[in-house]
Nanobody, 116 residues
């Protein structure tokens, strides 16, 4: 079992910034990919950004150039720096981790609200 604790969500005006953090603990073993999904009101959950253990990243087209994902393998953390936020970025953001031979694990979610 792995536990994911997210922090950093909140309310921000359009154009502002937030930084989300996610810390993994428990039976971590080997962490492979880590990243973030989000689910906006009335929308399906979508991938925001992911990062491999080697540092390769991928982003949703809608956040490229505005969001930056990073991870600290020694601390088992993954962060999401979100700049130039837009009202359409409003969503619950979920951290995930993939472990070798295990099902994907999810955080509890953190609310991000961007006001216009």
């Amino acid at each position: 079992q792995v536990q994911l604790v997210e922090s950093g969500g909140g309310l921000v005006q359009a154009g502002g910034s937030l930084r989300l953090s996610c810390a993994a603990s428990g039976n971590i073993f080997t962490l492979l990919a880590m990243g973030w999904y989000r689910q906006g009101p009335g929308k399906q959950r979508e991938l925001v950004a992911g990062i491999t253990s080697g540092g390769s990243t991928n982003y949703a087209d809608s956040v490229k150039g505005r969001f930056t994902i990073s991870r600290d393998n020694a601390k088992n953390t993954v962060d999401l720096q979100m700049n130039s936020l837009k009202p359409e970025d409003t969503a619950v953001y979920y951290c995930y981790v993939d472990r070798l031979g295990r099902a994907r694990s999810w955080g509890q979610g953190t609310q991000v609200t961007v006001s216009s």
